[in-house]
């Protein structure tokens, strides 16, 4: 059983366009955070979000943590091609090691 | 160097031989992980060291090894592995446990691309 379901899996834009990702849950996490990984590399990490209700902006992406815990969108305005990479979300429980990870949202941007 | 490093970036082997991954981080961390990432599936969570002690196995196969000398450096042995372990191999640290004061984040390596012909 999948924890994390991120939506839509891909998505192929063109530059200038706006854009939500989603990742879902229906377990409660005491933070979240949001990576982009490009192919070849490791993820990046770009936020964490720990507060219900929490909105974060990074730029031109806005991240926000749903009210009871249990998913987060990520918005980005006017992508641009440096955009383009795998996004994945990951939840960490109050305890234990294990980062629950999402297959991810393989974003697209052509100029 | 900051952040964590991997070596290789890449490495091909043969089901018989015996090679080892390396990973260093740089950040002062307490804990470092070992992931494999395949196509299409979710980064899977191998192994979970916790000053020097490893605290976490996820049912991995014995023919993967890992050793933690000391809390910056994680090392991946392997040995008769096979197709289906080809896969890009991360690295990961953070701070110690998951904690209400700190948010609990982990920081990656770019990863060893693993092909095992």
New interface residues.
């Given amino acids: 059983t999948q924890l994390l379901e991120q939506s839509p899996q891909f998505l192929s834009i063109q530059e200038g366009e706006n854009l939500t990702v989603y990742c879902n849950s229906s377990s409660v996490f005491s933070s979240l955070q949001w990576y982009r990984q490009e192919p070849g590399e490791g993820p990046v990490l770009l936020v964490t979000v720990v507060t219900g209700g929490e909105v974060k902006k990074l730029k031109r992406l806005t991240f926000q943590f749903g009210d009871a815990r249990k998913d987060s969108s990520l918005h980005i305005t006017a992508a641009q091609p440096g955009d383009t990479g795998l996004y994945l979300c990951a939840g960490a429980r109050s305890s234990g090691y294990a980062l629950n990870f999402g297959k991810g949202t393989s974003l697209l941007v052509t100029p | 160097e900051t952040g964590?490093t991997?070596t290789p970036r890449h490495l091909v082997m043969g089901m018989t031989n015996k090679k080892s991954l390396k990973c260093e981080q740089h950040l002062g961390h307490n804990?470092m992980?070992w992931y494999k990432q395949s196509a299409?599936?979710?980064?899977e969570?191998m192994f979970?060291y916790?000053l020097e002690e490893r605290?976490?196995n996820n049912s991995v196969p014995s023919r993967f090894s890992p050793e933690c000398p000391n809390s910056s450096h994680l090392f991946l042995h392997l040995h008769t592995l096979q197709p289906e372990d080809s896969a890009?191999y991360?690295c990961?640290s953070?701070q110690d446990?998951?904690s209400t004061v700190f948010?609990?984040?982990?920081?990656?390596?770019?990863?060893t691309?693993l092909t095992v012909t």
Avoid at chain 2, 103 to 111: D, H, I, L, R, S
């Fill in positions: 964590v991997q804990a992980y299409k599936k979710p980064l969570l979970v916790s605290v976490e890009l991360l990961a953070s446990v998951p948010p609990y984040e982990q920081y990656f390596g770019p990863g691309r």
